[in-house]
């Protein structure tokens, strides 16, 4: 950041009075501009037992195989920003089931919200975002090709947690930094 | 938003090529500017058969009793944030106990995020954001005087659970707009 959004003048990194962070000031207007974490949120859809995957077409991590998730928009709950997000990606239309995983990762200033969900036609397809869109049994999962640790994590719960005799996928709840990007706080 | 925070010329409010939303887009080098939905995390601090609640220094709702919680930093978790935030606002050393309640508030653009919370010692205090800090049992909280509908949700779930024979103090999911913001999604 360079410029002030409101009044167009420079800004300087500083702490404002009352304070105890650098932000970026405007020497000019005086506003403060915070910036904050973003909030992703998606779905781990599963169909029987399989789960839907989507392997990326844009960057970062070009045609690695992720679940469908993006930014929270404004205007929108979490719950709406995950099925909007699996519409979009993989062109599903998911029934939520419950909040499942949580992480804080902290390198890249998010917080990733992934609900478990049921497919329960098997219609999907890919998107702008999306080369393809498919079902995996567990055997099946592409596990050096997944983009990202948070979507390893959440395969991993949720195949550990449905193997349990009465399985209840509590709440994953994880923050991650950088060569720790698969650390549990409290499942 | 008027000006471009990167090279400091006028934005235009336009759908991006590959969008779906209008967002603030410079015509001079092509930055798009995304706004996004921010985190609230804070706790509800229990010792023995009270909780903690703050007298707001601050507007909005100078005066009015909440809960510690304030917008999450960049490069910390979602617990560390609820953890500054009661620190900072109630000079309350407190141990996280689970994520209890999450929601969407959408005409703020904000997801609330509140831990439950023990605070071991009764040691808290005012600050610059706090009038006044205290502990209340149930029947003294002053449910007319509470700062926001998430205070009073939070506070409701809460004493509702402590009551069950068996108290599991379930995640409880939330999506409030104006007129709805008591309306329950999930248990």
């Given at each position: 950041m360079n410029f002030c959004s409101q009044c167009g003048h420079k800004v300087s990194l500083r702490i404002p009075a009352g304070d105890n962070r650098e932000r970026h000031v405007c020497d000019h207007c005086g506003s403060i501009h915070y910036q904050n974490p973003r909030i992703v949120a998606g779905c781990l859809p599963v169909h029987g037992h399989q789960v839907l995957l989507c392997k990326?077409?844009?960057?970062?991590?070009?045609?690695?195989w992720t679940l469908p998730a993006g930014f929270m928009e404004n205007g929108e709950s979490t719950e709406e920003a995950a099925l909007r997000e699996t519409l979009e990606e993989a062109r599903a239309e998911v029934v939520l089931r419950k909040l499942y995983t949580v992480s804080s990762i902290?390198?890249?200033?998010?917080?990733?919200?992934?609900?478990?969900a049921d497919l329960p036609e098997a219609h999907f397809g890919s998107s702008e975002e999306t080369l393809?869109?498919?079902?995996?049994?567990?055997?099946?999962?592409?596990?050096?090709?997944?983009?990202?640790p948070t979507i390893r994590n959440a395969l991993r719960f949720f195949f550990a947690d449905r193997a349990e005799t009465s399985p209840s996928f509590p709440l994953r709840h994880l923050a991650l930094s950088p060569g720790h990007e698969e650390l549990l706080l409290e499942s």
């Open positions: 990326r077409a844009i960057e970062p991590r070009y045609g690695l902290l390198h890249v200033n998010q917080v990733q919200m992934i609900y478990l393809e869109t498919r079902l995996f049994s567990e055997d099946e999962i592409p596990w050096d090709e997944l983009a990202f």
